[in-house]
């Protein structure tokens, strides 16, 4: 029973080996395509493309409008010793309602206007400047979200290998126990050891049966939340392949963390530009042709006129100096930021290579351990089959290799995790 129960086991893990295989990079280009930041940074920069389109065809293309205004002004006349309502005077003298000075009797407009910005070169420039360096903020951007996207993916990646490799260390105690069992039932047969003794053989197979049952959880669950961090909507069990993570080493090349502070210092000066754009001088020339006329319109009262139209703001309360005061501080608070994270990222880099060191240290020991104890295990089974060994040593000697092959898979996957966090900052 306990051998078929096995045997399930067995074909269970080898189904999973047996399923569909994923690898790191299917996860992170499944994270990329999936990301919603990274989608809306893409239409941002679509969008900055046809502002910039917009603010050319207002800098540089006429405004074409039809205008109308009619104002009529009706009064009552009081000449020739009558009371007359009148929509428009006919000369009166005497009468009730608005001074004829200020009215003419009424205005009847009707016409096309037409204005053209003039000398706009220059500003269009500024503000083309300006939406290439937003691109460029958005394209760095999304760099800088597909590199944090690989330290999630990857973090999760390796819990998921720890979860793996700890279900594959008790599958191979399991099997170990199991041929041993074999052994100490013959040897309980011909009374070399007692039924106890079998017992507690079977009470230790049971715990690393549970233990085993709690890593093809944990697997599941954590191959769950990679899933989720990926945007794939799939619930199928597949086997991730092993991932070695290298150290990157550090390149000359500016990182694209400090590149983000410079993108914002050039956009600060960038804004300040197009603002100071507003004390030029703003040409206009315009013209507009219809019907201008007071009193009752005519056919003789159609006409155009033409012109040039002139602003030019000389004095403002000093507005421009305060807001080249505002940009020069925001300038420097982005220089002390970038600084700051230099030397935060350079501890963080510090420390993390001498935690690898050490951890190699620990791993090299372990590997030796475990070394040990696959000798002792041999000599442990070389005894049992001759009756000279305790059951119970047997039984804790498994124990303690369980622990320590669990000891070594987390200071492996901890190295692991320390250099995908190590890639992060040397970026």
């Given at each position: 029973m306990k051998m078929l129960f096995l045997y399930l086991l067995i074909l269970f893990f080898s189904s999973v080996l047996h399923a569909q295989i994923r690898d790191l990079n299917y996860y992170l280009e499944q994270a990329k395509n999936n990301s919603p930041l990274i989608h809306q940074k893409t239409n941002d920069n679509e969008i900055i493309s046809l502002d910039l389109k917009q603010v050319k065809s207002v800098l540089s293309k006429p405004e074409v409008s039809l205008e109308g205004n009619i104002l009529f002004a009706p009064i009552v006349s009081h000449n020739n010793s009558s009371n007359r309502f009148e929509w428009v005077s006919n000369e009166a003298k005497n009468y009730t309602g608005y001074d004829l000075a200020s009215t003419d009797g009424g205005q009847y407009q009707a016409g096309i206007l037409i204005q053209q910005p003039l000398l706009n070169n220059s500003v269009f420039r500024k503000y083309s400047n300006k939406a290439g360096i937003s691109q460029e903020i958005n394209n760095n951007n999304i760099t800088l979200t597909i590199h944090e996207l690989e330290q999630l993916v990857g973090y999760q990646y390796i819990l998921c290998l720890i979860a793996k490799t700890q279900a594959q260390n008790n599958l191979s105690l399991l099997n170990q126990i199991d041929d041993q069992s074999i052994v100490l039932k013959k040897l309980v047969e011909h009374a070399l050891y007692k039924q106890r003794d079998l017992m507690l053989l079977q009470i230790e197979r049971s715990n690393l049966e549970t233990e085993y049952k709690t890593a093809q959880a944990g697997y599941k669950n954590n191959l769950y939340d990679l899933n989720?961090?990926?945007?794939?909507?799939?619930?199928?069990?597949?086997?991730?392949?092993?991932?070695?993570?290298?150290?990157?080493?550090?390149?000359?090349?500016?990182?694209?963390?400090?590149?983000?502070?410079?993108?914002?210092?050039?956009?600060?000066?960038?804004?300040?530009?197009?603002?100071?754009?507003?004390?030029?001088?703003?040409?206009?020339?315009?013209?507009?042709?219809?019907?201008?006329?007071?009193?009752?319109?005519?056919?003789?009262?159609?006409?155009?006129?033409?012109?040039?139209?002139?602003?030019?703001t000389i004095f403002d309360g000093h507005q421009r100096e305060l807001q080249q005061q505002k940009t020069t501080i925001e300038l420097n608070t982005l220089d002390f930021e970038k600084q700051y994270f230099i030397k935060q990222t350079d501890i963080q880099k510090q420390k993390i290579v001498n935690q690898i060191l050490s951890l190699e240290q620990r791993e090299a020991l372990t590997k030796d351990q475990i070394k040990q104890y696959d000798v002792l295990i041999s000599t442990y089974q070389a005894e049992l089959s001759l009756g000279e060994i305790s059951v119970m040593d047997l039984k804790n000697l498994f124990k303690d290799m369980a622990l320590k092959k669990q000891e070594l898979l987390m200071l492996e996957m901890e190295r692991q995790t320390l250099i995908n966090s190590y890639n992060y900052w040397n970026f």
């Open positions: 989720l961090i990926c945007g794939i909507n799939d619930t199928t069990l597949v086997d991730i392949q092993k991932n070695n993570f290298e150290l990157i080493p550090e390149t000359p090349v500016t990182s694209k963390f400090l590149l983000s502070y410079n993108l914002d210092s050039l956009n600060l000066l960038a804004e300040q530009s197009i603002y100071e754009q507003k004390y030029r001088p703003q040409l206009f020339w315009f013209t507009n042709a219809g019907l201008n006329a007071v009193y009752l319109p005519k056919f003789n009262r159609l006409g155009f006129s033409t012109g040039l139209s002139l602003s030019w």
